[in-house]
């Protein structure tokens, strides 16, 4: 079955870059997604990579993804503390899928 | 719109009684999703419907949880009877078929304590 993982924290200093990588089982997936919970709040989409594509960028935002290797990758660049939030990779089989299976979420820090 | 409304924000509730989540979708969103977040395992889905109609429940713990979706418009989440293991965020979602990018709208969750 389809399976999401990602290490649970990640601490960067304010101003640094912070990557945040998760690995997918599913080969079949077409969509892959960074939803951002900020706390307290409930989960909004970030950003979003089809399966045909190898990066994808927004503004401070960079998204890899490696197929062979089934890893995504989000890096923000120059990191707020703003930033500190817990990040979702997720996953969609393709679009006539109706589930979306999230990663347990990384936990982002910034240190001063 | 005012997004997906969930309630109650907070429930602090005895083992051995029910509790029941509500969830308002947004208004034309004809997928609607349970979540459950907690420490130990993430966020686990529980439960979805296309069109009022429950597609796939295999996520649901055991008996105890029944999820209904009377109207295109509401939704409840019920635990009957509450065990300290249900404590947890419970999170609603939703989104429109022939979506571009498939986006899933959360609520703001509903933290469940069971003592």
């Known amino acids: 079955g389809e399976d999401v993982e990602q290490s649970l924290f990640l601490s960067v200093r304010e101003g640094d870059s912070s990557v945040i990588n998760c690995t997918y089982t599913d080969s079949s997936s077409t969509y892959l997604y960074w939803y951002k919970q900020e706390p307290g709040a409930g989960l909004q989409l970030l950003t979003y990579i089809f399966s045909n594509m190898d990066m994808k960028q927004d503004q401070r935002l960079t998204v890899l993804l490696n197929k062979k290797d089934k890893h995504l990758s989000l890096r923000i660049a120059d990191t707020q503390t703003g930033d500190s939030a817990i990040y979702f990779c997720a996953e969609r089989e393709d679009s006539s899928a109706s589930k979306i299976i999230f990663g347990s979420g990384t936990r982002l820090s910034i240190r001063p | 719109d005012a997004g997906v409304i969930q309630s109650p924000r907070h429930e602090v509730t005895e083992m051995g009684q029910e509790v029941t989540l509500r969830c308002k979708p947004i208004?034309?969103?004809?997928?609607l999703f349970w979540y459950r977040q907690t420490m130990m395992r993430g966020l686990e889905l529980l439960i979805y419907?296309?069109?009022?109609?429950?597609?796939?429940d295999s996520g649901m713990p055991e008996d105890r949880f029944s999820a209904k979706m009377p109207n295109a418009s509401f939704s409840t989440l019920k635990i009957q009877p509450s065990e300290p293991r249900d404590s947890a965020v419970y999170f609603c979602?939703?989104?429109?078929?022939?979506?571009?990018?498939?986006?899933?709208?959360f609520g703001e969750g509903s933290r469940l304590t069971v003592l």
């Open positions: 419907f296309n069109n009022n109609v429950p597609i796939d």
């Open positions: 979602a939703s989104r429109k078929s022939g979506s571009n990018t498939g986006e899933l709208f």
């Open positions: 208004s034309g969103h004809d997928y």
